[in-house]
Nanobody
Framework: YVQLVESGGGSVQAGGSLRLSCAVSGDTYISYYLAWFRQAPGKERGVVAI????????YYADSMKGRFTISQDNANNTVYLQMNSLTPEDTAMYYC????????????????????WGQGTQVTVS
């Protein structure tokens, strides 16, 4: 069982930045995929960024490239999502999710490929 706890959401003006945190605990693989997804009202949940925890390899959805950075602190079992140049279109509930084992050779970008989810943290950009 894996527990994920997100934090760091809030309200920010357009152009601003936020850093989300996902604290991971429980039984994890040596290397697995940890992803950030987001879901805005009336829209489907979509992938934001993924990190392969063993290799540190990363994947970003096209619209996030250059603005968002996913990283990990292995000592504290925490994955971060640094979000810069935020726009109102980034307003959504952000979730972290732990998925299958892997090192980045294949990227899993669909929500149904992830077994464990956090409760979400709201990001509002005005």
């Amino acid at each position: 069982y894996v527990q994920l706890v997100e934090s760091g959401g809030g309200s920010v003006q357009a152009g601003g930045s936020l850093r989300l945190s996902c604290a991971v605990s429980g039984d994890t693989y040596i290397s697995y995929y940890l992803a950030w997804f987001r879901q805005a009202p009336g829209k489907e949940r979509g992938v934001v960024a993924i990190i392969a925890t063993g290799s540190g390899s990363t994947y970003y959805a096209d619209s996030m490239k250059g603005r968002f950075t996913i990283s990990q602190d292995n000592a504290n079992n925490t994955v971060y999502l640094q979000m810069n140049s935020l726009t109102p279109e980034d307003t959504a509930m952000y979730y972290c999710a732990a998925g299958p084992p892997g090192t980045g050779g294949t990227w899993y970008a669909m929500p149904n490929e992830y077994k464990y989810w956090g409760q979400g943290t709201q990001v509002t950009v005005s």
